[in-house]
């Protein structure tokens, strides 16, 4: 594609390219074009007419040759703060995971450290596609804003809150319910709204084993104060049911708790979400809880998660790629693929027949959209290609070996499509890699800069990766 950066008062104009708009018509233009000006879409439909009526005022008129331009992808649950401890936790149980590894990483991160981890997995996520990610939880926001500001994406950021809990850092131990209410105040003021209004911050909770009832509910009362939203890993994992079940005294789990104290709300992002009964499917979906679905990740540790159960139960549900020690890979697309698959398997292990019509690939499309884009409380600006919206885009070269031939231009992309069909991306009207060239940092200096502070890191933490062969 020719170099056309844009800046917010220029007005672009790309067509002769499949549009799949996931609007809420379901529109494809077979050959369509987009009108960009001021960072948003002011037009968009079919090629003649689009060129015809505003070819004269266009700055920069862009002939995509047929290539295919999507929404920008959302990933709705990622913590980029771990991207620095990519492999240091593979093969190994829950506990091992999480007391010996992750939390003796994240508990010897600096702001810098975050900084050049979000820098990392931003290039990851804008190379599969993403425009936009929900942060799940790390311990330096204001290390991850910088890099999101620089990166040129759209983020929801938030800290990784947690009051109570055996095997805690001591740092962490020492934190009091008003103490993590404040330092995320803090943040809010800092940072949301920032970077032209791409970045917002949400208020977090790790996962239940760690918040008192205190925590849950000054969280749910500050985030309606604030107007923003909640992020919260929540029913991961069995155990975490029987601990709720033996300290909050409830019939079943997590998700029963939180209805009881009246914390689940529209406003609430539920991660993983794993370990349901119907019962508490029905709660989520009255209480119009967003899901985040991680296919890679609950393989690996979590389980099948009862994701057509909840779609039916007219849940909103989207996709995540959970954070590097939990997948190692940060490609939405991979997780559609995934998605799809798993969710087609989990008829047999649950039903004992196949059932190849689960999770069609247009609803895995748009879970990694629009639901996306509902998810992060965002649907008004960005998930789907319509009038108004901001314009964040990606742009697709289905002309490899990897998707031709293209008979379904839908079912190609979702089971077809790999990370190397993705050649540009968009965000807020500003090109943020353009021929697969991130634009505003040089990768080659961040995974430099990647190699040296995961070492470090790692050394302060004293984690010991054992070798699984003879090493020579």
Known sequence: MADSQTNNSTVTILHNTVIVTVDPDDRVFRNGAVVIEHGSITAVGQSSDILHRFSAQAHHVVDLNGQIVLPGFINTHVHTSQQLARGIADDVDLMTWLHDRIWPYESNMTEEDSYISTLLCGIELIHSGVTCFAEAGGQHVSGM???????????CLAESIMDSGDGLPTTWAARSTDDCMKSQKELYNMHHNSADG???VWLGIRQIMNATDGLLLATRDTAKELKTGIHMHVAEIAYENKFVT???????????????????????????TVWVNDSEINCLSKAEVKVSHCPAAAMRMLGFAPIREMISAGICVSLGTDGAPSNNRMSLVDEMYLASLINKGREVYMNGTTDPTALPSETVLKMATINGAKSVLWDNEIGSLEVGKKADLVVINPSTWTMIPLHDC???LVYSMRTENIVSVMCNGKWIMQDKKILNVDEGHILSMAKQASAEIVRRAGIKIPNRMNFL
Do not use: C, P
């Not at 804003?145 to 983020?155: D, Q, S």
């Open 198 to 200: 791409r970045i917002r």
């Open 246 to 272: 033996d300290t909050r005294k409830v019939d079943h789990g997590t998700v029963t708790h939180l209805e009881q104290i009246k914390f689940l709300q529209n406003n609430l992002l539920a991660a993983h």
């Open 410 to 412: 839908i079912s190609s």
């Open 145 to 155: 804003a910088r890099a999101v500001e620089l990166l040129g994406m759209r983020a």
